[in-house]
């Protein structure tokens, strides 16, 4: 069965809102001015206020209206000495509007990167809300935090439990909450080692060692506590040295006299400038739950027990990591009392849930008896409400040019006309001109013209689309009639205007064949944008060029590569631009200690892959470097082939804080990788597109060797192979403009060979769906409204805020094509 109407593309698929400010503001009570008038050669395009009202009305009309009640109402209802409406604060707006802007924070960002953050969100107010200034933006947010509010403030109304019917929360709910979120923190030394031979091999520089869970010196004699702690301090500064401000001159991140002090060869921390060490439950939980649990259940606080570090290496599950930890001291939770306010915060804001806001609002209204006069308004108020549990009178009276009315404000058509106009007006007109520019210029409808002083014979322009639209109106009225739109709440019995009124928004089924002609219509427009219509058009030139743009591109290799990282505390990797300085620089000579080490002629049987991965093998087993000496392997106390693999200073990078990654690439083309790294591969590729041997980018320029950086890191690339541009012909690979029509015209066509085909599919055919595509048609029809001559009946915004509009939509539908002059 089709269910054509169901999937129409509607006129006003209204997903954004725009609109500006200005004085005389369109009005319902002048219902024939014309909204806007546009003028293209002979063509003119218009609607009335009429018109728009009753669109928008059907649309939009009752979410505006209810935003233009409910913002009367919370400044006429009080919060203490306040309205809800002047309650809300320039903070609270503030802060939200920052969350929206920065949901991660501007922490990370440049002053670049957040005046792009802003500018990026006014623009994308203005086009969805309709939003010209910043004062309309902090409106938006302030009737949002005002409803919150008021919800906050009847949370407790029609509660069963007996304890909250004195609008408070139950102890029990308290203890809960309290209980499940408020846990002590920990100070606390964590070291982590990939292997335990790297433990034990930290423990030597510092001339001890662990037997059988005690702890001694290389000689074997037992350490004291404070000897303990020592060596606890001198491992987290080997292991934590990169992060120092100024390493590698400096390599202590715990100073005596600054994080900790010695009396008397007792060892005490100064917690207060420990921060470092400091660890809440979640995150140690986060980092590894054993450590947690130790923490919890079986050390003790320095100074108060022996148990105070755990005597051997803890192995996490897999064995991937072994931690050395030290308990040093416990923050406790804030006991329950001090932190009832917030933690009744915490409980208020889990039951605002939007339903719940909703239905409170919906009551503030019901208490100020709202009225809605407009019946379409009324049945999408009652149906809304009805979820809610919210009772609602119907009135059966009109009232002049009332829509609405509370006990605090009476609202006239007319101010819902300038409510809907604010928010919808240039995106209506828009999508209008669009639609009427379609139906009506003959440049675009050549199926049936609404020129209604013809003859019905004469309008018929093609019969066979004309017999089809009407067919499909038949089919989909006798799909009704039928019974089988009965699931969707639309029963025969509902009546086929009623149906098309009601589930479209169109009154008439001529209305209905026209929507069906502007589909069609809109569709061959769309379709004409690809269509290649003579040989030498500009078209057939554009199509050329980026066909000879993708050849110029294009490389298919083979490759694997070797990628020099910094990771954070969470694991993700750091860009590059982030790094340190002296990461940057100890990049660079780890770069080129690779290139060296990859020189070497490759033993029987060694592959590049093999090699790459020994890399990733000696850095992980390589230990850092001794904190408080100089950071050189040569003056580092374990023999050098612990420090360095075949001329390669791993120890020395490991310790700067870079990471390294094996990755192979497989086989892969070009736009699918990172643009600095594809930029070599196609360098190599260009070099030699058949070549079977492997290529190791840079290996021949050591004096000035061209680094790989992306946002990961920098990039050790290796081809091992590439393959060459597939020919339909010896020395021909796109199609010619001829074979692509005649293609187009019949894809049988026997002149056609395989490879032929293979080169059009492969290299106009991607270009002609973006042609065709919804983001060029829209681009193109956007282009060509910004060129109409538009005036409006009205001041509320111009030609210039529709020239905004259209500006900023050309810029997102350009953003999205990737074949451009």
């Not at 209204?14 to 001015?33: F, H, Q, R």
């Not at 218009?46 to 728009?52: A, F, K, R, W």
């Not at 990167?113 to 010209?132: L, S, V």
């Not at 699931?487 to 098309?500: E, H, M, Q």
Request: glycine residues 6%; hydrophobic residues 35%; aromatic residues 12%.
């Amino acid at each position: 069965m089709k269910k054509i109407l169901l999937v129409l593309i509607m006129v006003l698929g209204l997903a954004v809102m725009t609109g500006c400010g200005g004085d005389k503001y369109p009005e319902i009570s002048n219902p024939n001015e014309l909204y806007f008038t546009a003028k293209e050669g002979e063509y003119t395009y218009s609607i009335t206020n009429q018109e728009v009202y009753e669109e928008l009305k059907n649309r939009v009309g009752i979410n505006l209206l209810l935003d233009l009640i409910d913002k009367d109402l919370l400044k006429a209802t009080n919060n203490g000495n306040k309205s809800y409406w002047d309650a809300v604060s320039e903070e609270d707006i503030t802060k939200k509007i920052e969350e929206e802007i920065f949901p991660r924070g501007t922490e990370d960002l440049t002053n670049d990167e957040i005046e792009k953050a802003r500018t990026e969100y006014y623009d994308k107010m203005f086009i969805q809300y309709g939003f010209n200034s910043e004062a309309e933006v902090r409106d938006y947010y302030r009737l949002t935090l005002a409803k919150r509010l008021y919800a906050a403030d009847h949370i407790f109304e029609d509660v069963e439990d007996e304890e909250e019917k004195e609008k408070d929360f139950t102890e029990k709910q308290y203890k809960d909450y309290y209980k499940n979120n408020y846990k002590k923190g920990y100070y606390a030394i964590v070291i982590s080692y990939e292997t335990l031979s790297l433990v034990n091999q930290a423990l030597e520089v510092w001339g001890c060692k662990i037997e059988k869970g005690v702890w001694t010196d290389l000689d074997g004699t037992p350490l004291n506590n404070n000897e303990i702690v020592q060596t606890f301090i001198n491992l987290y500064n080997s292991a934590n040295s990169y992060k120092v401000e100024n390493y590698p001159e400096a390599t202590y991140l715990l100073n005596e006299g600054e994080e900790y002090d010695t009396n008397q060869g007792e060892i005490y921390f100064n917690l207060n400038k420990a921060d470092v060490l400091y660890y809440t439950h979640d995150e140690i939980y986060g980092y590894e739950t054993a450590i947690q649990k130790h923490l919890a259940e079986n050390l003790d606080s320095y100074g108060k027990g022996p148990n105070f570090y755990l005597k051997t290496p803890l192995s996490n599950s897999t064995g991937s990591r072994y931690y050395l930890v030290m308990e040093i001291g416990e923050k406790e939770a804030p006991k329950l009392e001090t932190v009832k306010a917030e933690i009744k915060e915490k409980l208020i804001e889990g039951r605002l849930s939007s339903t719940f806001i909703s239905t409170k609002i919906a009551e503030l209204r019901a208490e100020n008896n709202i009225v809605l006069y407009d019946k379409v308004l009324e049945e999408r108020y009652v149906s809304q409400v009805s979820n809610y549990d919210v009772d609602y009178k119907k009135t059966k009276k009109l009232n002049g040019n009332l829509v609405a009315k509370t006990d605090v404000k009476e609202y006239s058509s007319d101010d819902l006309f300038q409510a809907m106009s604010a928010g919808y007006g240039l995106t209506l007109t828009a999508t209008k001109i669009e639609y009427l520019r379609f139906l009506h210029n003959l440049k675009f409808n050549k199926i049936y013209s609404l020129n209604e002083s013809l003859k019905e014979a004469d309008r018929i322009l093609d019969q066979d689309q004309y017999t089809a639209i009407k067919k499909e109106i038949e089919d989909e009225k006798a799909a009704f009639e039928a019974g089988e739109y009965k699931d969707y709440g639309y029963p025969a019995s509902y009546g086929w205007k009623n149906f098309i009124k009601d589930r479209y928004g169109v009154q008439t089924e001529q209305e209905v064949f026209n929507q069906l002609l502007y589909n069609r219509v809109k569709d061959a427009y769309g379709k004409s944008l690809g269509k290649i219509t003579a040989a030498d058009s500009e078209l057939a030139i554009f199509y050329t060029n980026q066909m000879e743009k993708r050849v110029s591109e294009y490389f298919k290799v083979r490759g694997i590569q070797l990628v020099i990282e910094v990771l954070d505390e969470s694991g993700s990797k750091v860009n590059p631009e982030k790094w340190t300085v002296t990461q940057k620089e100890y990049a660079e000579l780890f770069y080129k200690e690779v290139l060296e080490y990859l020189a070497k002629e490759l033993k029987v049987g060694e592959t590049y892959s093999q090699r790459l991965q020994e890399i990733i093998s000696a850095y992980l087993k390589a230990p850092r470097f001794k904190a408080g000496i100089p950071q050189d392997s040569a003056l580092q106390p374990l023999d050098q082939k612990y420090y360095v693999f075949e001329g390669i200073e791993i120890s020395k990078y490991k310790t700067a804080g870079l990471s390294v990654k094996f990755a192979d690439l497989g086989t892969f083309t070009n736009d699918s990788k990172a643009e600095a790294l594809e930029k070599a591969v196609k360098e190599i590729w260009d070099n030699d597109p058949n070549s079977k041997d492997a290529v190791i980018y840079g290996s021949d320029k050591l004096d000035d060797i061209p680094f790989i950086i992306t946002e990961e890191g920098y990039h050790v690339y290796i081809n091992l192979d590439s393959t060459p541009l597939a020919e339909w012909e010896t020395g021909k690979v796109i199609p010619t403009i001829n074979q692509i029509i005649a293609y187009e015209k019949d894809a049988s066509d026997s002149s056609l060979t395989t490879k032929i085909k293979t080169a059009i599919t492969t290299y106009y055919k991607p270009i002609y769906d973006e042609l065709v595509g919804p983001y060029n048609v829209l681009y193109n029809i956007q282009k060509d409204i910004k060129e109409l001559d538009v005036s409006f009946g009205h001041e509320h915004f111009g030609a210039s805020d529709l020239d905004r509009y259209l500006d900023l939509q050309i810029e997102k539908s350009l953003e999205q094509l990737k074949y451009k002059d």
